[in-house]
């Protein structure tokens, strides 16, 4: 696997979407040796995004590519969780 495509869902600034992008940030850092392509949508901007991708809560996390597709829901705060759905050895 040398690309990985998400999607990060978020509602505006708050809190807990400050710090999925935060976690999402660090995550790729600590895997570097991939090529990621992060999409950041604000579901305020582009609620119609969210809608054709299923996301009813924020944050969400879209693994996009490569398959199969997986959604994290939450801060995104277990590192371990959130690299299994990747299918990214956890750190």
Do not use: Q
């Not at 696997?1 to 992008?21: G, K, P, Q």
């Not at 990621?36 to 924020?58: M, Q, R, Y």
């Amino acid at each position: 696997m040398n690309d990985i495509h998400v999607r990060l869902y978020v509602a505006a600034n708050t809190v807990h979407s400050a710090r999925a992008v935060t976690r999402l940030a660090d995550i790729a850092k600590r895997h570097a040796h991939l090529r990621w392509n992060i999409e950041v949508i604000d579901v305020f901007n582009k609620p119609a995004h969210a809608i054709e991708d299923g996301i009813l809560v924020t944050p969400s996390l879209v693994k996009v590519s490569p398959e199969p597709r997986r959604i994290v829901i939450g801060d995104l705060s277990d590192e371990g969780a959130v690299c299994l759905a990747l299918g990214l050895e956890p750190a």
